[in-house]
């Protein structure tokens, strides 16, 4: 019996965290509306958009699973593209005097699905101690002792190949974004010298935060 529900902890949570995965890479292109898309399957981009496809960053990202009712949530969400003129603030003469940073981190999180995988991390981590408190309640010693400990061990496994997987290659993706938005703002913007300080700030912060994670 023990035996029995230990593989089903390990099945069940398998189950719910690990996606299938694929590798691509991330790419950035501007419809006829000015209006700037994110994607990492260029083969299903409009076609009058191919030629102007561009990749943003080399490196390991993932395919977002077609099946996966957590990612469909969130596609449903970001519906609505944005330009990049929606971060910015403007006075009563048109000119820029701030930025819209939350604005700015949240839609770069839902395009790079740096919030799907860090509420799975979450998710997983309530999973695994819903888990334990449940099977201490079993009748015999050992019986409670085999199933945590092996409820321990999954998690610890688990865990870190979402992080390595999944979340560092989202986090990668989240700050390629948000720097590519950053510098279309200061392309298309003659900021004052406070605001074009934070931009740079910024994108200072952005790049060592990009080549701390691995």
């Not at 958009?49 to 449903?76: D, G, M, W």
């Not at 002792?145 to 061990?153: A, E, F, G, K, N």
Request: hydrophobic share 45%; charged share 20%; glycine share 2%.
């Amino acid at each position: 019996m023990n035996r029995k529900i230990i593989i089903g902890v390990w099945f069940l949570i398998a189950s719910l965290i690990l996606p299938e995965l694929a590798y691509g890479e991330l790419y950035q292109y501007v419809d006829k509306e000015g209006r700037m898309h994110f994607t990492d399957r260029p083969e299903e981009v409009p076609e009058p958009y191919r030629a102007q496809l561009k990749p943003v960053q080399k490196q390991i990202t993932i395919e977002k699973n077609k099946n996966n009712k957590i990612e469909k949530f969130f596609e449903s969400l970001d519906q609505k593209e944005i330009k990049w003129q929606d971060f910015v603030i403007f006075d009563s003469k048109g000119n820029p005097v701030g930025m819209k940073l939350k604005k700015l981190i949240c839609k770069s999180m839902l395009q790079s699905n740096l919030i799907v995988w860090l509420s799975v991390e979450m998710a997983l981590l309530i999973l695994a101690i819903f888990l334990i408190l449940t099977f201490r309640n079993l009748p015999t010693h050992k019986g409670r002792t085999i199933s945590i400990i092996s409820i321990i061990l999954a998690y610890c496994i688990l865990a870190p190949t979402i992080l390595f997987l999944l979340l560092f290659p989202s986090a990668h993706k989240f700050l390629a974004i948000t720097r590519v938005y950053l510098a279309e703002i200061k392309t298309n913007l003659k900021p004052d010298p406070a605001l074009q300080n934070m931009l740079n700030n910024m994108e200072q912060k952005l790049q060592s935060y990009q080549n701390k994670i691995p």
